[in-house]
Every structure is written in structure tokens, then in C-alpha cells.
């Protein structure tokens, strides 16, 4: 419960970041006419709302099983990655229309050194998510954050390319400007389209073979018992594993014990409940 407690502040306060990004973003944007900055607001505007999504998928998975759902509310993760996806590839083909048009259509672009150090600060904020993100993902074992994790770095690196471009556009001319609107489109729609190939695997039910070569091993390491399948279930940060095994005694109170050790072993190390068929062997 306080896992998934912390889940929810996280992605409500990194959504309240991240609208303030866009505020700072888009009033730039406006007074310097920068397609760039334009599209970069726009991205954090969509980190927000995907946030927000997570934030509320989160909430969701906070219900307690009941009789409908005896394993509880897990898949609303998986079902908010499929989403989160998808908002981020959208956006980053809008992104690339509005740059293209105004590629094709410029118009002049207005530095300002105050505008490019407020931009380097909102770079460092998303250097600073990355961080947070990256921590979470590995405290959670989450595969929202893993993607919230690669979209804060690539849109730390894509405002940093920003400032850059802004910077340029008084010696160069507009044009680099909207280039960059172009290439930072291009970044956002390789990561939604590998993020949507993901989500949807996960969401399917892609066997993960890392957890079940895992209780695999600690099944095999017991002598009194054979395993013949193993089926792994994934609900959010519910896993059931089904088990297909015999016990080589006929002794009841011998088999029973090493049921209840091989049990907890597996709740212990991979923090997982094992239910089982048995084709031999008294239990």
C-alpha cells in the first residue's frame, strides 16, 4: 500500500513540475515566436496530462481485491502504458506538422538571453525528473516510470538542442529553428512508437522470462519435488505463478513442509504467491 501511495505523489508532483514547465515554455515561445520552444511547451503540456493518467491509474490500482477481481486492479498500469504511448506519439506528430509548416511558411524568431537561461533551468528540472524517475523505476519495478525515465532524458537532451538552436537563430536565421522543431518531432516519435511496442506486448501478456526463470530455479533447488509447467501471471505488482509439479515421497507431512518452504521462498525472494497442481505425491 505505501508503494503505491508513493507512486501517486510522485506523478502528482512531477505533473505539477511539469505544467509549470510548460507555462515558463509557452510564454517564451509567444514573445520570442519560436516554433521550437513552441513545441517543446506543448511536450510538457503532454508529460503533464500523461502524468496525470499515471497518477490516476495509480489511484485505481489502490482498490482491494474483490470477488470480480480476486487479484486486484494491477493491469490499470499496464493499460496506462498503452496510453502514455500513445499521447507521446501523437504529440510528436503534431509536433512535426507545426515545424514542417513552419518550415515551409518561416517567420523571423526573437533571442533574448533571459529566455535562453529560463530554458537551461527547465532543462535541468528535466534532468532532475530523469533522476527521480530512474530512482522510482528501480524502487517500484514499475514500467511506467522505466518510460517516464527515457522521456525525461531525451527531453532534457531536446531542450538543451533547443537553447541551442534559440541561440543560433540570431546568427544563422529562423530557419535553424524550426529544423530543430522538426528533430526534436523526429525523437519524440521514435521513443512513442517503441514505447506503444511495449505497452502493447505487456499488455497482451508477454511471458517475462527473467521472473520465471527465477521461480523456476527456486522450484528445481528443492530435491523432494519435480516440476513439469510453470505459468507466470503478471497483475501491476501482483505475480502469480501456477505450477505444474509432483512430490517424489508419498509422506504427507514431508511434502506439506516443503510446499510451505517453497512457498515462502518464493513470496521472500520474488515477492509472489505460488499456487499449484500436483500429479504426485500426497498433499
Not at 514499475?142 to 522521456?151: I, K, M, P, R, W
Request: proline share 1%; hydrophobic share 50%.
Amino acid at each position: 500500500m505505501k508503494n503505491k501511495k508513493g507512486k501517486i505523489i510522485i506523478c502528482a508532483v512531477a505533473a505539477a513540475v511539469n505544467l509549470a514547465l510548460f507555462l515558463v515554455k509557452l510564454y517564451i515561445a509567444m514573445v520570442s515566436n519560436s516554433i521550437s520552444i513552441y513545441v517543446d511547451s506543448l511536450n510538457s503540456l503532454a508529460d503533464s496530462l500523461v502524468l496525470i493518467l499515471s497518477f490516476a491509474g495509480f489511484y485505481i490500482c489502490l482498490a482491494k481485491p474483490d470477488e470480480k477481481y480476486p487479484f486486484g486492479f494491477g493491469k490499470t498500469e499496464e493499460l496506462i502504458n498503452v496510453l502514455l504511448s500513445t499521447v507521446i506519439l501523437v504529440t510528436g506528430f503534431a509536433f512535426a506538422y507545426t515545424s514542417l509548416q513552419r518550415f515551409m511558411y518561416p517567420v523571423p524568431v526573437w533571442y533574448s538571453v533571459k529566455y535562453a537561461v529560463a530554458l537551461l533551468i527547465g532543462a535541468a528540472v528535466k534532468l532532475g525528473l530523469f533522476f527521480v524517475f530512474r530512482a522510482s523505476s528501480k524502487k517500484y519495478n514499475s514500467q511506467v516510470f522505466s518510460n517516464l525515465t527515457l522521456d525525461s532524458i531525451l527531453d532534457f537532451l531536446i531542450s538543451v538542442c533547443i537553447v541551442v538552436s534559440f541561440t543560433l537563430t540570431q546568427r544563422v536565421g529562423y530557419a535553424v529553428d524550426s529544423v530543430m522543431g522538426m528533430a526534436a518531432a523526429a525523437v519524440i516519435i521514435i521513443n512513442g512508437i517503441k514505447s506503444v511496442l511495449l505497452s502493447i506486448k505487456t499488455i497482451i501478456g508477454r511471458r517475462d522470462d527473467r521472473l520465471c526463470g527465477e521461480c523456476e530455479s527456486i522450484i528445481k533447488s528443492f530435491d523432494g519435488i519435480e516440476l513439469y509447467s510453470l505459468e507466470c501471471h503478471i497483475y501491476g505488482e501482483t505475480k502469480i505463478f501456477n505450477a505444474d509439479l509432483s512430490f517424489k515421497s508419498d509422506d504427507y507431512s514431508v511434502n506439506n513442509e516443503l510446499l510451505n518452504s517453497l512457498c515462502l521462498k518464493i513470496k521472500e525472494q520474488l515477492d509472489a504467491e505460488l499456487y499449484i497442481n500436483t500429479t504426485g505425491g500426497k498433499i
